[in-house]
T-cell receptor, first 110, second 111 residues
Framework: DAGVTQSPTHLIKTRGQHVTLRCSPI?????VSWYQQVLGQGPQFIFQ???????GRGNFPDRFSARQFPNYSSELNVNALLLGDSALYLC?????????FGPGTRLTVT | EDQVTQSPEALRLQEGESSSLNCSYT??????LFWYRQDPGKGPEFLFT???AGEEKEKERLKATLTKKESFLHITAPKPEDSATYLC????????????FGKGTTLSVSS
């Protein structure tokens, strides 16, 4: 079975730009969560979506938004990028409580 | 505030030298505790879920245990391929399925 897939793998953006990250969950999983991981830290929760509805939001500014599509894939959008947004962005899918992570998208903001 | 603390931050072992990693937590209501393995530049790989004090789970050289305040990940006779960062995370009853992670323990096993 295919695992969680994310695209792109790497991305370099300039301060002030906008970025869209994409995630496809494991087949049969209806919930997708997004996490940000900066170097040397554990992942930090950004959003959770279930059946296209937002079910949870972490302590991130309104520049961060997300949505889930009818096929359960998801997008994370970040506007007005800051240098501090440079991180590994992880998507996780779940059927119940256990979450399975994708390989991540490495975002570098210059 | 819900919090997860992992220790030590880094651990160096010789091949075959068994040890334990610690994850202590203070949460309002624990739903589950999760262990993940993460290789550099990759996403976390699910290892175990523990739901109640006294529960134990095993997988190859790894064994996870849970008490009311902490969890241990025991590594028996480690091999160099066990080198990775091990992350502990909790889910709390009032926070949906969001995971709260510790900073991780980076394990290096030399032959």
């Amino acid at each position: 079975d295919a695992g969680v897939t994310q695209s792109p793998t790497h991305l370099i953006k300039t301060r002030g730009q906008h970025v869209t990250l994409r995630c496809s969950p494991i087949s049969g999983h209806k919930s997708v969560s997004w996490y940000q991981q900066v170097l040397g830290q554990g992942p930090q929760f950004i959003f959770q979506y279930y059946e296209k509805e937002e079910r949870g939001r972490g302590n991130f500014p309104d520049r961060f938004s997300a949505r889930q599509f009818p096929n359960y894939s998801s997008e994370l959008n970040v506007n007005a990028l800051l240098l501090g947004d440079s991180a590994l962005y992880l998507c996780a899918s779940s059927k119940s409580y256990e979450q399975y992570f994708g390989p991540g998208t490495r975002l570098t903001v210059t | 505030e819900d919090q997860v603390t992992q220790s030590p931050e880094a651990l160096r072992l010789q091949e075959g030298e068994s040890s334990s990693l610690n994850c202590s937590y203070t949460v309002s209501g624990l739903r589950g505790l999760f262990w993940y393995r993460q290789d550099p530049g990759k996403g976390p790989e699910f290892l175990f879920t523990l739901y109640s004090a006294g529960e134990e789970k095993e997988k190859e050289r790894l064994k996870a245990t849970l008490t009311k305040k902490e969890s241990f990940l025991h590594i028996t006779a480690p091999k160099p391929e066990d080198s990775a960062t091990y992350l502990c995370a909790v889910q709390v009853n009032q926070a949906g399925t969001a995971l709260i992670f510790g900073k991780g323990t980076t394990l290096s096993v030399s032959s």
